[in-house]
T-cell receptor, first 111, second 112 residues
Framework: GQQLNQSPQSMFIQEGEDVSMNCTSS?????WLWYKQDPGEGPVLLIA?????ELTSNGRLTAQFGTTRKDSFLNISASIPSDVGIYFC???????????FGKGTRLHILP | DAGVIQSPRHEVTEMGQEVTLRCKPI?????LFWYRQTMMRGLELLIY????????DSGMPEDRFSAKMPNASFSTLKIQPSEPRDSAVYFC??????????FGEGSRLTVL
């Protein structure tokens, strides 16, 4: 079945550093999504991408929908302590289709 | 709107007992998803509904799991009988626009 591979699985960075993470798929998606999960809560949508090649920003976050429709990237600039959490990519083929999640990238910020 | 509401937030039960998890989606959302989250397997889609009708239940682990959506404002996920390997956080999520899932806070299940 469809699988999303996220990398890296975890990251340890210093506050102020930029962060990059990506997600690849064995099949195409027409919607790519990035979510963040804080401890004890459900994931929250950060950015939604609906068009191949699309580059979208949300504050310090920037995400891109890969031109092959099989990958997506999320960058966080100038990380701050509240960026700590698990970041998930997700893909959906069409409006009526299932939404598949990657296993997440766990972001840690060193003091 | 109060968002997606799940209950209970935490449940501890013994192996063999029946477990029922409940979800109230956001009013007006026409899709409802049930996910299970574990460290090993991440967020797994169990089943999803459109307008109260199950569309894809291929992620339901086995016959011990069942889900219903009797109306647009309520869904249940039932495990009978429960087993220790069912211990996980179960999330319900609803959606109005493509891809923009709104998650509940989850139900943490521990089966002893």
């Amino acid at each position: 079945g469809q699988q999303l591979n996220q990398s890296p699985q975890s990251m340890f960075i210093q506050e102020g550093e930029d962060v990059s993470m990506n997600c690849t798929s064995s099949s195409i998606f027409n919607t790519w999504l990035w979510y963040k999960q804080d401890p004890g809560e459900g994931p929250v949508l950060l950015i939604a991408l609906y068009k191949a090649g699309e580059l979208t920003s949300n504050g310090r976050l920037t995400a891109q929908f890969g031109t092959t429709r099989k990958d997506s990237f999320l960058n966080i600039s100038a990380s701050i302590p509240s960026d700590v959490g698990i970041y998930f990519c997700a893909g959906q083929l069409s409006r009526d289709d299932k939404i598949i999640f990657g296993k997440g990238t766990r972001l840690h910020i060193l003091p | 709107d109060a968002g997606v509401i799940q209950s209970p937030r935490h449940e501890v039960t013994e192996m063999g007992q029946e477990v029922t998890l409940r979800c109230k989606p956001i009013s007006g959302h026409d899709y409802l998803f049930w996910y299970r989250q574990t460290m090993m397997r991440g967020l797994e889609l169990l089943i999803y509904f459109n307008n109260n009708v199950p569309i894809d239940d291929s992620g339901m682990p086995e016959d011990r799991f069942s889900a219903k959506m009797p109306n647009a404002s309520f869904s249940t996920l039932k495990i009978q009988p429960s087993e220790p390997r069912d211990s996980a956080v179960y999330f319900c999520a609803s959606i109005l626009i493509t891809g923009e899932l709104f998650f509940g806070e989850g139900s943490r299940l521990t089966v002893l």
